[in-house]
């Protein structure tokens, strides 16, 4: 689970990592009492769950009253766009004031895990701010990535070494090691996925700053996290996502135009490779479990066509705890429910595969049954060319 800039800064200062201070609107005369209350010059960001904020225009610092005022009407209300959060954007609905600091270096900080080495990675850089996508392209030896042994936990020399790769000055070495160390327990504490800092600042009287801050917890440790649980917004949740977790569904909203119903997120992948493969492009991914009954598929239905890039429907199915015919009766009853309008290809294999067969090809229905999932992929592919 993502969270707000703000939010995590709530975290990091539980953890004695420094930031500016601050504090949060959603109204432009909200926004003008925080910024005199701190006094100017002061910062206004927009907090949307995406980075890239400052190149899309949500980030703008303001040195008088009228600034302050223009940056707020400006952020506020904006459909802001960065590379993460597509061409579809998100809209801002509260703003971040915080201080104006004095920017003496930027550098950058993140903690990861690696599941290659079984380890938890440090990634810093002396080059901080919002070209690092661009350092890590063009001068990747300018990337420091440090493991961790999760069982040990961070060590003296895990500091030097990110200190030294960074080259930071060394009057400022005990303050960073205080700061990393915090966050690298912050980071094992509340079960992260990742926490970015970026850019960390070295600030023109020589302290350590977080100017930045973005967190993502492992949703699945939430019961752990109460406090984490109540900082969800609902605003910037995927409509059709949210909308599919109600039913018990997990989906997710991708790019393509080949929409897809597959029982177990290993096969799901699966069957987005081979619609790959084939040539087309998956429209989602959508899990809806060996438990599928005809409700959920019928969800399933509304969820996929609900989405005007869709041309085709590939249902792929093995059935084990989920029966084929009990499966094909859903997707028959589904279909005539929904109206279906799309051409919709199905492959299954498993228990009673061959009375499945049966019903669909008796349902009236423009079903069509693929022997296996290379076949089905290539139909569906066909489909939406």
């Known amino acids: 689970m993502k969270i707000h800039e703000y939010q995590a800064k709530e975290l990091f200062r539980k953890y004695n990592v420094p930031t500016p201070e601050g504090g949060v609107s959603d109204s432009v005369a909200g926004v003008k009492d925080i910024a005199a209350e701190l006094g100017l010059p002061v910062a206004v960001k927009a907090q949307i769950h995406a980075g890239g904020r400052g190149k899309g225009g949500g980030v703008k610092l303001a040195g008088t009253d ?42 950058y900080l993140s903690i990861i895990p690696d599941r290659e080495t079984a ?24 990337i420091i990535k440090v493991p961790v042994n999760p069982v040990t936990g961070i060590q003296g020399y895990h500091l030097r070494q990110v200190m030294f790769g960074i080259e930071l000055e060394k009057p400022l070495m005990k303050e960073f090691s205080a700061v990393l160390r915090n966050l690298y327990n912050l980071f094992v504490d ?23 801050a973005k967190m993502d917890i492992d949703s699945n440790a939430l019961f752990r996290h109460p406090d984490v649980m109540e900082m969800h917004d609902p605003n910037e949740d995927d409509p059709t996502e949210a909308e599919a977790a109600k039913f018990g569904l997990n989906y997710i909203n991708l790019d393509g135009n080949v929409g897809n119903m597959v029982n177990g997120a290993g096969l799901a992948m699966a069957t987005m490779d081979i ?17 599928a009954n005809a409700e959920m598929v019928e969800n399933g239905f509304r969820l996929i066509l609900s989405d005007p890039k869709v041309k085709g429907i590939l249902i792929n199915i093995f059935g084990g705890i989920l029966r084929c015919d009990v499966l094909a009766q859903g997707v028959v009853q589904a279909a005539k429910k929904v109206k279906l309008s799309l051409p919709v290809v199905v492959r299954m294999e498993g228990t009673n595969v061959e009375e499945g067969r049966r019903i669909l090809a008796e349902s009236g229905l423009e079903l069509i049954n693929a022997t296996d999932l290379a076949d089905a992929a290539g139909k569906v592919a066909g489909i939406v060319a």
């Open 119 to 142: 380890c938890i990675t440090i990634v810093a850089s002396q080059d901080g701010g919002m070209d690092i996508e661009e350092v890590a392209e063009k001068s990747p030896e300018r």
């Open 190 to 212: 509340y079960d992260c996925s990742m926490v970015e800092i970026n850019p960390l600042i070295v600030t023109d009287d020589n302290s350590i700053v977080a100017l930045d």
């Open 66 to 107: 009228d600034e302050v005022t223009t940056a707020a009407d400006a952020i506020l209300g904006m459909t802001l766009v960065t590379k993460q959060t597509g061409p579809e954007g998100r809209v801002v609905k509260k703003v971040l004031v915080e201080k104006g600091v004095g920017i003496q270096k930027e550098l």
């Open 275 to 291: 619609i790959k493969q084939a040539g087309a492009e998956p429209a989602n991914f959508l899990d809806v479990g060996g438990g």
